[in-house]
């Protein structure tokens, strides 16, 4: 192994999305680049893929967990999400693009509830939601 550093890590996943179509692929995709490098800098290796085939425009990024300048070991710790959002709204605003706002809490929505609901399948929140509405409604 490379550097001797083990661990069951291949790579790190993160995905930045745009609101919808506002911004052209190849613009999505510079802005992406310039979010990877602002976070990862020359240290890690980073692909960032720009994705047309959903109902808004995302890139996503997949990062080398190790560093090949000096062996160091990417840490995703709970500080870099807040970051890279600060990050890339930061970005959006440059080139004139909306940022989107989410409630501020401590835990968001997985990427399978929001998937589920953006196809209109049931989740767990929305089907506790509706026994707790409907145990309102008959009390």
């Known amino acids: 192994m490379h550097y001797g550093l083990r661990g069951n890590r291949l790579a790190y996943h993160a995905v930045q999305s745009f609101q919808g179509y506002e911004v052209p692929p190849s613009t999505a995709h510079e802005i992406g680049v310039k979010l990877a490098t602002k976070l990862w800098g020359e240290n890690y290796q980073?692909?960032?893929?720009?994705?047309?085939?959903?109902?808004?425009?995302?890139?996503?990024?997949?990062?080398?967990?190790?560093?090949?300048?000096?062996?160091?070991?990417?840490?995703?710790?709970?500080?870099?999400?807040?970051?890279?959002?600060?990050?890339?709204?930061?970005?959006?605003?440059?080139?004139?693009?909306?940022?989107?706002?989410?409630?501020?809490?401590?835990k968001g929505k997985s990427y399978a509830e929001h998937k589920a609901e953006k196809e209109h399948l049931p989740t767990k929140r929305g089907m506790i939601r509706e026994d707790v509405d409907a145990a309102i409604a008959q009390s």
């Open 46 to 106: 980073v692909l960032v893929a720009t994705h047309v085939d959903t109902d808004d425009i995302h890139n996503q990024f997949a990062i080398n967990p190790v560093s090949f300048i000096g062996a160091e070991k990417f840490r995703n710790e709970n500080a870099f999400y807040p970051r890279m959002r600060a990050l890339s709204d930061e970005l959006c605003k440059e080139y004139g693009l909306s940022i989107i706002d989410l409630p501020q809490s401590k």
